[in-house]
Nanobody, 124 residues
Framework: QVQLVESGGQLVQAGDSLRLSCAASGFIFSDYDMAWFRQAPGKEREFVAFIGSSGSITHYVDSVKGRFTISRDNAKSTVYLQMNSLKPEDTAVYYC?????????????????WGQGTQVTVSS
């Protein structure tokens, strides 16, 4: 069955870096566009970053541009989110997702496969 398993979330201080990983199984990973979303307490799930199936196309929400980098290793069926210069407002549960529907890349409705999430907490 399809599985997306995130890891790497933890409590860090403002200005620190973290790398999140998402290991995929149960589907042909290299055929799928992937994305990271996040959800803070009391807020809606928010698009963070997108990467095309080959890795050549990426998109980011404005608030993380220049600080976060999405990448993928199709040989390992893994997508990554490198997060630098973390801020308290980055605190959220981070989810990886695989796009299964041809809707806009930042629309969570385009993603049919989701992981369970990993908690990132940034203290000030």
């Amino acid at each position: 069955q399809v599985q997306l398993v995130e890891s790497g979330g933890q409590l860090v201080q403002a200005g620190d870096s973290l790398r999140l990983s998402c290991a995929a199984s149960g589907f042909i990973f290299s055929d799928y566009d992937m994305a990271w979303f996040r959800q803070a307490p009391g807020k809606e799930r928010e698009f963070v970053a997108f990467i095309g199936s080959s890795g050549s196309i990426t998109h980011y929400v404005d608030s993380v541009k220049g600080r976060f980098t999405i990448s993928r290793d199709n040989a390992k069926s893994t997508v990554y989110l490198q997060m630098n210069s973390l801020k308290p407002e980055d605190t959220a549960v981070y989810y990886c997702a695989a796009r299964t529907v041809r809707r806009y890349f930042n629309d969570h409705g385009a993603y049919g496969y989701w992981g369970q999430g990993t908690q990132v907490t940034v203290s000030s």
